[in-house]
DNA sequence: CGCGATGGTAAGTAAGCACTTACTTTGGGC
DNA sequence: GCCCAAAGTAAGTGCTTACTTACCATCGCG
């Protein structure tokens, strides 16, 4: 196998123990064995272990995997179309999680560990979407659409309920003991509690054709 | 030091240690020494590393640390206060986490690395909340306050909020550079959002007397 | 053919790990 | 004052860890 190659294989097969354990809770002969080579094969692709886990940062802000919120929903934006803004944003962030659930696993251990990662994913990511979509709040309230609110107080509050669902979904409940709804689902009603929590003036209160029997224990399940 | 003190006093000790590098990542040597003890006198105490870090969930239950939440606002419940029920609940949660962010690591760490912690931490606490909120906002739908809604899908979105925000003070973004705010205003706008994003007819638009200047980068920090 | 770059390994090494053993100190009751 | 249990330790044990060394094998190319 050529050398690029092995490299980028034992990057992926380390992710993805990375994911499941931890840094610390990854030893360099299990990313070997997974990789199906010897550990001095490891180490002469990367230096040491802790460059290793450096590299993803690389890999995966190079590699296709970077999503731009912004643009996915840009033309959103621009015509001011409030539910297609959240309920995009919402139903784009599940579907990532549940197609690539060892990222939100990496990214968690990377910020409890420490790890410039977590630092990186911060500055670059979700800072990033703070400010984008809080400025689209405060023109809104602008508008006279959204009350008067701290714009940062509402971003909270939506990627709250989403990346919470996603770490549902993820870590705690992934039988979905809980909550079993798909995504689309999820995107839409996190969308209308939102949208109908901050907007002025009347609102079109939806004729709740999916609300559902609603007991404390329900349990949709999607398909 | 008698025995029973010195138990608790490692068993406190490597909470700390727990909570802040994982299981794997804590040595039995660091938590002795942590103690100001030899590592043999660890092991007098709790017969393995596993055992210790087990013992934490029975400390963690039987000790005054246990909250329940449904008691907190027994009487909001009974009175039908939403406002009291949702933004006592999430006052509560958001002093509890500031005031102990060393359990919500200690959390984390337990769901990645797949503990018992975590998962009796789910069983005993986070069902019950979603049991007995759902029920509650199920019984408002009823008597026509809340619009139709799967009452779970409100408890996540709701819990999400709460927890994100924890989350983001403890682990993402201590120094509060996103948004800082005192968690009295947090609870009270994450209940304006929910409720008014769930509740039906006419509603009392709040007067927004804390409604603030809204740019997407304010920075609102208590005190 | 030869030969050097490249892909690969077996067998280390020193430090660190959870856990043990064999021993010493201490303090309260008779 | 003596004794013994309980509190405490120094110094291991065997295993694992991250990382190294010294060596093979295969291929393209003159």
Redesign the pocket.
Same mark, same amino acid.
């Given at each position: 196998?050529?050398?690029? %190659?092995?490299k980028l294989q034992i990057l992926r097969v380390a992710v993805s123990l990375f994911s499941q354990r931890g840094f610390?809770g990854?030893?360099?002969? %299990?990313?070997?064995q997974a990789a199906?080579?010897?550990?001095?094969?490891?180490?002469?692709h990367?230096?040491?272990?802790? %460059?290793?886990y450096n590299a993803i940062l690389d890999h995966k802000a190079c590699s296709g995997d970077a999503v731009d919120p912004e643009r996915m929903v840009a033309d959103a934006l621009k015509k001011k179309d409030d539910r297609a803004v959240f309920e995009g944003l919402a139903f784009g962030a599940l579907e990532h999680h549940e197609r690539d659930p060892e990222f939100q696993r990496l990214l968690m251990y990377s910020a409890l560990e420490g790890h410039e990662l977590a630092e990186m994913f911060f500055e670059k990511f979700v800072r990033r979407v703070y400010e984008f979509l809080g400025n689209y709040i405060s023109e809104r309230q602008h508008d006279g659409a959204f009350i008067k609110i701290d714009s940062a107080i509402v971003v909270r509050a939506f990627i709250g309920m989403i990346i919470h669902h996603s770490l549902n979904n993820n870590l705690w409940d992934p039988r979905r003991r809980l909550l079993g709804i798909s995504n689309k689902n999820a995107a839409k009603h996190f969308t209308d509690i939102l949208l109908n929590g901050i907007s002025s003036g009347r609102r079109p209160k939806q004729a709740s054709k999916s609300g559902r029997r609603s007991n404390g224990s329900s349990n949709t399940r999607k398909q």
């Open positions: 196998m050529a050398g690029d %190659e092995r610390r990854t030893t360099t002969k %299990e990313i070997a199906g080579v010897s550990e001095a094969m490891v180490f002469r990367f230096a040491n272990k802790e %460059e290793l």
